[in-house]
């Protein structure tokens, strides 16, 4: 019984089915151990790798001149950015996200990403894609978004009493998009 | 049911110095004073259960999205009261109840130091109490997490300080309190499995709350404007306390699955060496998973998290599979020397599942195993847990392991510690025998529901889809599945409510053990069909068919969890 | 009595190595990553 103490010598082999289960189990772990350094051999879904630290009000900044130089509009007071391939910066803060970004389908971008004020989460979804948000530092995402679409930035991280309403925008157009 | 024959030898200085009486259940000794703390520890216990119950269900018809229970302030209020009082106090109060039962009466032994314990007690509670006035002060709206710089009063923290001290102490009198019935010996050899278990939840406890000093005393100091303190660096502290403290539900919930199997059924240990093996794998490697929350944050390189998500090499998973095959073994075991030999699966049909602690045992573990520990290792893989990080998903996750696993457990065992402990007859049997079901139907339903709204990106810790709603975002499904996560939240809810009244019930009213017999048959734990089943030998009487051919199915679908969420993550945008 | 038996009976070498695995590896590995991140070049 698991309640009383022992033999007094318990050190004895396993039986023929816990080594076979602790054989086949141990296998299925180690296979399941290596899919994670070997999947980026496999498919181009991987955690972002590229961090720096970066205080809000220099964020604030980059976001500001970013925002200005690719600027095409607004809406709903939310500024709408249409970047080429390259750096892209985005900051969420209590609670809403810094622009509407308008990105093309098949090309790369850097999204810089940080919050400036406290912890937030950036869920794109409904394709669902979630990264953290934390504040005095960028997280680099390189991303290639495939689908076209119109595509909502939620926040999933609990950021205070407006949590629920930061919804925010992301757009991606097909290759021949915008017309000349 | 005189059980003082047998294997369970007397210590021969039983109730030597200490006031004491023999539990004519099982034998044991049993010191009077520890009884006292280990009753005002399960009656703490259960009290902030409610509060946390109370405060479940209004956060659960809230989520249900089309009942909208609660205003979005007063839903953060209620979760972060929900999450503080299950997680941290109906568990940890539960826990150190365990700890003292497992360090004194197990052991034939005395409780050292019972002030110190009663002290502990009085500090986790007036933090407990302290924690809670200010969150609903509105004083400390930050969610279980409370991440920096999210601001709560400083009496938040401060609670939380001195809960964390009094169960540092409570781990103290635990560790004294096996050295001194070693010393003793009051015990011969090694500690009883259940001793050990509890061993390694207990040493999971003090690395817990000593990342609770690294985490809060900062905090309290931060939130006071005394210090500066970086948000990603606090993150990874409050891991190394938020995490583990789901880990000392896991080793103490395992023990007690070894417990209530032996007291259900009789089943014995398959292979003592095995089984402390499996806690040891806990001990050494489970609280490395800590990162599981900080995946895809900024700051961690990739080496770092993909050896901590794997607890080095899944080595604290491979504990899971084996505690998953021996205990199933050690009941099929158990039952085929009673004479339920028929087939494969007779033993299961024949095994006692009026015995609410049994249905309990058998539903946790199906629940905590298929759902809870597949995903929980599955979601924490570094690259898939992109598409369900702060989903649903991980409230489904964490409900099956920590609601559905270590609550149903507690509440199964619960149904001896009334008999053997609190000495009281379980009054209303024949609500207690239902109990675990309606609890386990409840929980299921729930964590579908919420599986299947995360499965579609919705966000946890959200109180209202409002403005996701304006953008017609999330599938129809997804909205059954939030209705799905009501209905079954509220069926718990029911399950919880007779709980809380049976024990309460029993408690106030039960006549005094053993004026009466126990409600429910003890298992004749010497006497298994006349056969003794000793450990890792004896060939025939060790077969386990039956369970082997279940932690197989129970492979399969780990497999197959694990190749959709490959599938699903390989739909997701390429990233880097 | 086999040593292996003797190593799961030493309460104190698992409670060191119990609280000296995480704090190693999760703890100090994790504060050591998060403190060698390079600061965001000015200017960009």
Request: net charge positive.
């Amino acid at each position: 019984m698991a309640l009383s103490a022992p033999e007094r010598i318990w050190w004895k082999p396993l039986g023929r089915q816990e080594r076979l289960w602790v054989g086949v189990s141990l296998g299925f772990l180690m296979i399941l151990f290596l899919s994670m350094p070997l999947w980026p051999l496999i498919e181009k879904q991987n955690t972002p790798n590229e961090f720096y630290r970066v205080s809000p009000a220099q964020f604030t900044q980059l976001v500001t001149d970013f925002n200005a130089k690719y600027k095409v509009g607004a809406e709903g007071g939310v500024p709408i950015v249409r970047p080429p391939p390259g750096d892209v910066y985005l900051a969420g803060q209590q609670w809403r996200w810094s622009s509407i970004l308008e990105l093309q389908q098949g090309k790369t971008y850097r999204i810089h990403t940080s919050s400036l004020d406290v912890n937030h989460g950036l869920s794109i979804q409904p394709i669902d894609m979630n990264f953290q948000l934390v504040p005095g530092y960028d997280q680099v995402l390189t991303l290639t978004p495939t689908t076209t679409g119109d595509f909502a930035l939620i926040c999933n991280e609990f950021c205070g009493a407006g949590h629920h309403l930061m919804v925010g925008h992301l757009r991606v157009r097909g290759c021949c998009w915008p017309p000349a | 049911m005189l059980l003082a024959t047998g294997v369970m030898t007397l210590p021969s200085r039983a109730a030597a110095g200490f006031a004491s009486r023999i539990c004519q259940a099982t034998g044991l000794v049993v010191d009077v004073a520890a009884e006292k703390v280990i009753a005002a520890n399960v009656v703490a216990a259960i009290v902030f259960m409610v509060l946390g119950g109370v405060s479940s269900v209004l956060v659960e018809l809230t989520r249900a999205e089309w009942l909208q229970a609660m205003a979005p302030g007063l839903y953060y209020r209620a979760l972060t009261l929900h999450g503080m009082n299950m997680l941290i106090y109906w568990i940890i109060f539960f826990e150190v109840a365990c700890l003292y039962f497992g360090c004194s009466i197990v052991l034939n032994s005395r409780l050292v130091g019972v002030r110190l314990a009663w002290g502990a007690f009085g500090l986790m509670l007036a933090g407990a109490l302290l924690t809670n006035a200010t969150i609903l002060a509105g004083q400390g709206d930050v969610l279980f997490t409370s991440y920096v710089p999210l601001k709560a009063s400083p009496l938040f923290y401060l609670g939380t300080i001195l809960f964390a001290i009094g169960a540092l102490i409570a781990c103290g009198v635990f560790f004294a309190s096996i050295l001194v019935a070693r010393a003793e010996r009051t015990y011969e050899g090694s500690v009883p499995l259940v001793t050990f278990g509890l061993i390694t939840a207990a040493i999971i406890a003090v690395v817990t709350l000593i990342g609770g000093v690294f985490t809060y005393v900062p905090a309290f100091f931060w939130s006071l404007g005394l210090m500066n303190l970086d948000p990603e660096v606090y993150r990874l502290n409050y891991w190394s306390l938020g995490h583990p403290a789901q880990q000392i539900n896991l080793a103490a919930m395992v023990t007690v699955w070894y417990m209530t199997a032996s007291l259900t059924t009789g089943a014995r240990p398959l292979n003592e060496k095995l089984s402390r093996f499996a806690f040891l794998l806990y001990l050494f490697f489970i609280n490395l998973g800590s990162v599981h929350h900080l995946l895809v944050d900024p700051g961690l390189t990739r080496v770092f998290k993909v050896f901590n998500t794997s607890y080095a090499m899944y080595l604290a998973v491979l504990g899971s599979m084996i505690h998953a095959f021996s205990i199933p073994a050690a009941i099929e075991i158990a039952l085929r020397a009673q004479g339920h030999r028929k087939g494969l699966f007779g033993w299961l049909r024949k095994a006692p599942w009026g015995n609410p602690a049994f249905s309990a045992t058998i539903l946790s573990m199906a629940l905590f195993g298929f759902v809870g520990g597949t995903t929980g290792v599955i979601f924490g893989h570094e690259q898939i847990n992109m598409v369900h990080h702060n989903t649903l998903d991980i409230p489904a996750h964490f409900h099956a392991t920590v609601v559905a696993g270590t609550t149903l457990a507690f509440m199964g065992v619960t149904y001896y510690l009334l008999p053997l402990v609190l000495r009281r007859e379980v009054l209303w049997p024949r609500l207690a025998r239902v109990q675990p079901y309606v609890y386990a139907v409840g929980c299921t339903l729930h964590i579908a529901g919420m599986m299947i709204a995360g499965s579609y990106g919705v966000p946890r810790r959200t109180a209202s889809l409002a403005a996701e709603n304006a953008q017609h975002l999330f599938a129809q499904p997804a909205y059954w599945g939030l209705a799905l996560l009501g209905v079954g939240g509220t069926i718990a809810a029911v399950g919880g409510v007779i709980y809380v009244a049976v024990v309460v019930a029993s408690v106030l009213f039960g006549r005094q053990v053993p004026a009466s017999a126990e409600p429910f048959r003890l298992a004749p734990v010497h006497t298994v069909g006349g056969v003794t089943v000793t450990s890792g030998v004896a060939a025939k009487e060790h077969s386990a068919p039956g369970a082997l051919v279940l932690v197989f199915v129970f492979l399969a679908f780990f497999i197959l969890v694990w190749f959709l969420n490959m599938w699903r993550l390989a739909s997701v945008w390429p990233v880097s | 009595m086999p040593f292996g038996q003797l190593l799961f009976d030493d309460l104190f070498m698992l409670l060191l190595i119990g609280v000296a695995m995480p704090f190693i590896f999760f703890t100090i590995w994790g504060l050591l990553d998060i403190s060698s991140i390079p600061q965001l070049p000015q200017g960009r």
